[in-house]
């Protein structure tokens, strides 16, 4: 079994910064890419970053220049640093991690979600 900890939501003003964290745990043997989403109140989940197992990142357009993503493969952890939030910003933020686990399956796990408010 593998388990995803999210942490580093909250509250913050636009213009304003937060940087998240997701831990994985458990059986891992590696991990593929890890990625970050985000779903707003009535619309659907949607990516926001994601980085391969050798570093290579994409971005939604909404997000370019403004966020970064960047993990700790020691540590299985995928980090997402939101800078200059703006109000549409504002979601549940869930990470996604592809896992290979000691039998070399693949498998995809999501984190519990962790809110994002941004006020204006």
């Known amino acids: 079994q593998v388990q995803l900890v999210e942490s580093g939501g909250g509250l913050v003003q636009a213009g304003g910064s937060l940087r998240l964290s997701c831990a994985a745990s458990?059986?891992?043997?590696?991990?593929?890419?890890m990625a970050w989403y985000r779903q707003a109140p009535g619309k659907q989940r949607e990516l926001v970053a994601s980085?391969?197992?050798?570093?290579?990142?994409n971005y939604a357009d909404s997000v370019k220049g403004r966020f970064t993503v960047s993990r700790d493969n020691a540590k299985n952890t995928v980090y997402l640093q939101m800078n200059s939030l703006k109000p549409e910003d504002a979601a549940v933020y869930y990470c996604?991690?592809?896992?290979?686990?000691?039998?070399?399956?693949?498998?995809?796990?999501w984190g519990q979600g962790t809110q994002v408010t941004v006020s204006s």
């Open positions: 980085i391969t197992s050798g570093g290579s990142t």
């Open positions: 996604n991690v592809a896992v290979v686990v000691p039998e070399l399956r693949v498998y995809d796990y």
């Open positions: 458990g059986r891992i043997f590696s991990i593929n890419a």
